[in-house]
């Protein structure tokens, strides 16, 4: 019966009984909110540079700090949750690499009354290194396609030529020049002129004096032409199998309109020959010259099998047999 009667006695009124719980619990965080402890809370670091001759190359040791902070419970409950940053300034470094920490560093947010009794470590390393500047060039870059469709001209104009290049010195060492990105040509008849950006992929910490250059110049398209056959020179005492060969050139097209079989030679330089060719003759390249600037030859066949005059003829790997030759007999290469 007792048992019974106790429960029922903590039943009877029990709604009063739980509100008067609660508002016991709200009075209770209320005077604790207020009341003014302590309690220590992390808080990263952030070095900034305002020294212009250094560069910060890595993280601040140790990257984050304790704090402690004095103040109303309800406001470091606060702060504890808005995690606050400590910026550490670094000017006039020299050779100093540890720098000291103190209260004016933190950014509280606003609004709060809280004070600083403590920070530790009090003491934090940087790795920093001092900048150097060199002027480098500049070079244009085509893609590919741009590359396999248009003849560009020697005179390639990039303005400017050069930039200035910040940064630490040992990675300055190593850059010799800046290229841009590469970029598809758009004629506009013979010549191109493009707004073009430096290509800095990977040079993270590194400044440039501008990043877009202008890159213009003449342009044409890549055409190829066959001239013909050929005949091929030799030097004295020597002949040619065959004697002739097909000669084909590639380059700008306006340019290989000028081009004709006779303003070209082809020939087999002395050099490539041993001191004395023996009389089954020996295969060697042919060579083609007399081409305007930007253009290439290309002979089929690409070698020919150079022997005595008089000696029988050899059929040569990889060559078709010699038709006959009822062309006249090639000039000999004038001796050097």
Known sequence: ??????????????????????????????????????????????????????????????????????????????????????????????????????????????GLSVNVQDIRPAVVRVDVERLASRVVPVRARLTEQSRQRYVVGDDLEVL????????????LAALDSVDTRRFDIVPDDSTFTHQVPLDTAGMDGLSFSRTRVRVSGPVDVRAERSLGTVPVSVPGGLVATPARVQVSVSGARRVLERVFAGGVRAYVPRDSLPPVVPPEGVEVPVVVDGLPPNTRARANPPRVRVRPEGAAPVPAAGLPPAPPDTAPAPAAEPRR
């Open 1 to 110: 019966m007792k048992r019974h009667f106790s429960l029922a006695a903590l039943a009877h009124n029990w709604r009063l009984k739980l509100a008067a719980l609660g508002l016991a619990l709200l009075i209770w965080a209320a005077v604790s909110a207020e009341q003014v402890t302590s309690q220590w809370i992390p808080v990263r670091v952030d070095p900034v540079v305002r020294d212009p001759e250094f560069v910060l190359t890595g993280p601040p040791d140790p990257a984050e700090v304790r704090v402690r902070f004095s103040g109303p419970g309800r406001e470091l409950w606060e702060l504890a949750l808005d995690r606050p940053s400590l910026v550490l300034p670094l000017s006039e470094i020299g050779n100093r690499r540890a720098f000291a920490l103190d209260a004016s560093m933190l950014r509280i947010p606003a």
């Open 160 to 171: 400017p030529a050069e930039v200035r290049v910040t940064g630490p010195a040992d990675r």
